[in-house]
Structures are given as structure tokens and as C-alpha cells.
């Protein structure tokens, strides 16, 4: 027996759920599916924020705290979220020594935490659940634990195949299954995507720290690797994450020696309490889809880009997809033309700012000494915008340091000789971060 709906999504993400609701508002009749059992239960490695107070993806989030409502101003929808939350305030980059480049003064920020913060971490757990909620009181039909092996395009519709042989078939099928897409693959739309190599990652969820502005998206260079921090919803309470891409370390090593050995970091984490066990995840790097669609499927939020397109991405991409796929059935346009607005929307505020980067093998790490890193890091200045956005941090990064290299240059001609070796080699330390990779066509 076919299950048939005007659209079929697959994912129980943000993306999706959001997708689902804003179908299930126009009232369209629409299947979601979702791989997990407990749909709303986080199993890997996320943090949970929500960007706030500054344009991100052509969107301007702001957060009631006393309504629990997250508001969307430039698309026009919200979301509903009355739990537990932290403020954060921007990125802090630590040296190896704590020197540190700060995207903004988080001390004299959280004196109008309204009004300065950047970013609300919330219970993402939470969030879905009220979007499961939402759908289903809009008819949709969520299907937990079903796992899709299966999208081919016939004469006029989308079948999608589970492993346990249910088949459902929509007019659309949007593709939110998340940064490793089977949906991709089977389409087979990752084979002219560039690979950039894969990313393990773990993280430990802690309570309490002795780091000294711990309300900050941070980023720690340490001799064995880079690691990041982020507040959790629950106070005083914060993800803890490292990554490598390769093969020959064990991530979870790399938590243990910055919470017991590194001569720096390991002090905020003296007094620190694990509140449960590990949460990890593997990702596979590639370059953003120029064109998230193909025979009627339309990929959305993780599912199309380099890696997490961020959890306000997600529910950007989702809201659109679902209002616009609307508009195309209502229009009876159920085609490419159809879609062409959500297609225009992703090319002006997602790939043609972002998704057209140029990924480089820099490894900083491989070529300076935990000195050498300490000496660049105090070199700045002046004070760096505050903002949350990775993008803006890198080229004011870059910036700042272009116009310092005659002074390296003069300082430390060994440093400037390092910092060129690993400009040079970048194509080659690229290779290596492939070699060590797991390529999914």
C-alpha cells in the first residue's frame, strides 16, 4: 500500500519540523519521517543556540523572554520557547597561554543582556517537541522511527522506500536528513561536490567552569588540537567539544587531556561536574549545493551545506521550503518552476555570501609553536565588533593581521617564516585532510 501525501519530508530536525508546520499551516497534507524513535531526544553533538540581534542569512532573530517566543522579523514567523536559557554574547579566541581576541567585551555586555546578546542557547530537545506538537495539531502525520533508503522520481510523483517496507509518495519531497544526506547521495547530487575530508567530533556536557567569561561562543588553540565551549540551556552549565579529521586520534583523548592536562585550559575544569554521558557525531565536509534540488526534491538546512548551517538556518530553510511549496501546488505549478522562489531565496542569502567560499587546508597548529601563537594573539590593538557570525570573525581576522605582517616580519622573522610555509603548503595539507577522509558518493 502507497501512502500518499502533497508532500513527503524526511528529517525530524529543526529544518524538517519547521518545513512541516509551515505546510501543515496551508493546509497541505503532508508525512513526516524520522529515523529516531524518540524524535525530540538529542543524540549528537549540538549546541542548541539560536542566533538573536544581528543579521544572519538575511534574518533578524529577537527573543521575548517573557513571552518564550523567538520572532523572525524579515521571513514573518516564530517559534515557541518557554525553557530554561543562557545568554551568549559572542566569540572569544583563546592561545595556548589564554591570551585571547575577544568579538566583544562579554563583562560589560551582560550589563543589558537584552539588548547585547548575540545568541539564546536553548533546549533544542525541547523546540522540537513543541514543533511535533504544532504539526500534528495541523494534521500532519509524523512517522518516528522509519528509515529512508529510498527517493525516485515516476511519471508524476515522489516514492519514498523505508527499510521496513512502508512506501509513502507526495508531490514534492523535501530532504531534511541532516549533514551526511542519504537523500544526496542516492540522488547522487554529492558527486560534483569538492570533499574537504571528515570530521569526528565528541563532546561532554559539564556544570560549572573557572573559565573567566564563560557566556561566549569560545574557541581554545591548545598544543594537542582546538577545541570550543558554548553555554547550555541549564545555568551554569555548557557543551564542551573537540574534533579532529584525523584518523590517528581519538577525539575522545582530546577532552580528556584539556580537562586533566593542558597546562592552561584544564584549570576551568577543575570543579567541573559531567552530567552525562558523551554525545558525538561524523561529518563528512563538502562544498554547499550550488542547487538544492533535483526531480521534485528539494534539500533543505544541513542536508545541502558544508556542515551545521546553524540552527536559525535550519528553521529559515524549513519555514521557506514549506511556504513555498504551498504556493507552487496552489499555483499548479508542481515542478522546478514552482520552487524557483526558495531556489532564489537560497542563492541570494545562502550561497552566493557563504556557500561559495573556498575551503583551504590551513592547520596552524602543524607549523607554530604554543609561543609562537601566544606572541600573534597579543598583537592587536584594537577592540573587535561583537557579532556571532563565523564569517565576519574570519575576515576580521584576516584583516587585522594582513595589516600586521611587516611588523612580524620585524619581530619575529621566524614566526612570519612559519605563517608563510603555511600559506605554501596549504594545497598539500588539504590532500593529507582528504586522504584521511571517508568520501560518501
Not at 592536562?261 to 584549570?267: E, G, I, K, N
Not at 565536509?285 to 551545506?305: F, H, T
Request: some cysteine; charged content about 30%.
Amino acid at each position: 500500500m502507497i501512502n500518499k501525501y502533497d508532500i513527503v519530508i524526511v528529517g525530524g530536525g529543526p529544518a524538517g519540523l519547521m518545513a512541516a508546520r509551515a505546510a501543515g499551516e496551508e493546509g497541505l497534507k503532508v508525512a513526516l519521517l524520522e529515523r529516531k524513535k524518540d524524535i525530540s531526544k538529542i543524540h549528537r553533538t549540538c549546541g542548541g543556540a539560536i542566533n538573536v540581534n544581528e543579521s544572519s542569512f538575511g534574518e533578524v532573530v529577537r527573543y521575548d523572554d517573557e513571552k518564550g517566543e523567538f520572532a523572525f522579523q524579515n521571513n514573518g514567523f516564530t517559534v515557541r520557547y518557554c525553557g530554561t536559557f543562557q545568554n551568549i554574547y559572542g566569540f572569544h579566541i583563546y592561545s595556548p597561554g589564554g591570551k585571547r581576541l575577544e568579538f566583544g567585551n562579554f563583562s560589560k555586555l551582560r550589563t543589558n543582556p537584552k539588548k547585547n546578546r548575540l545568541g539564546v542557547a536553548t533546549n533544542k530537545g525541547l523546540i522540537l517537541k513543541n514543533l511535533i506538537e504544532e504539526s500534528e495539531r495541523l494534521r500532519v502525520s509524523v512517522f518516528s522511527n522509519r528509515n529512508v533508503f529510498s527517493v525516485a522520481k515516476n511519471s508524476k510523483n515522489v516514492t519514498v522506500e523505508c527499510e521496513d517496507g512502508t512506501i509513502f509518495e507526495g508531490t514534492f519531497v523535501i530532504a531534511a536528513d541532516g549533514i551526511n544526506s542519504r537523500i544526496a547521495r542516492v540522488l547522487k547530487l554529492n558527486k560534483n561536490r569538492s570533499f574537504f575530508g571528515t570530521t569526528r567530533d565528541v563532546s561532554i556536557e559539564i556544570e560549572g567552569t573557572d573559565c573567566p567569561d564563560p557566556d561566549g561562543f569560545l574557541f581554545m588553540f591548545t598544543p594537542k588540537g582546538v577545541f570550543s565551549m558554548i553555554p547550555m540551556a541549564e545555568k551554569n552549565c555548557y557543551l564542551v567539544s573537540a574534533s579532529t579529521n584525523r584518523r590517528d586520534i581519538k577525539p575522545l583523548d582530546l577532552i580528556n587531556y584539556l580537562a586533566n592536562d593542558d597546562p592552561t585550559f584544564s584549570q576551568w575544569y577543575k570543579k567541573s561536574k559531567i552530567l552525562h554521558d558523551r554525545t558525538a557525531c561524523v561529518v563528512t565536509l563538502m562544498s554547499p549545493l550550488e542547487k538544492p534540488y533535483k526531480d521534485n526534491v528539494l534539500l533543505i538546512g544541513d542536508a545541502c551545506w558544508r556542515r551545521e548551517i546553524s540552527n536559525l538556518g535550519a528553521l529559515c530553510t524549513g519555514w521557506k521550503a514549506g511556504k513555498t511549496i504551498a504556493k507552487a501546488l496552489n499555483d499548479g505549478k508542481p515542478n522546478e518552476e514552482g520552487v524557483k522562489e526558495y531556489l532564489d531565496w537560497y542563492q541570494e542569502y545562502y550561497y552566493e555570501p557563504h556557500g561559495k567560499r573556498k575551503q583551504t587546508g590551513r592547520n596552524f597548529l602543524e607549523y607554530l609553536a604554543s609561543e609562537d601563537i601566544d606572541y600573534l594573539a597579543e598583537l592587536p590593538d584594537q577592540e573587535f565588533e561583537q557579532t556571532m557570525d563565523i564569517f565576519k570573525v574570519v575576515n576580521a581576522i584576516g584583516r587585522t593581521y594582513g595589516k600586521l605582517m611587516t611588523r612580524i616580519y620585524e619581530e619575529r622573522p621566524d614566526v612570519m617564516e612559519k605563517l608563510l610555509k603555511v600559506r605554501e603548503n596549504m594545497e598539500e595539507d588539504m590532500k593529507k585532510q582528504i586522504k584521511w577522509g571517508f568520501r560518501t558518493v
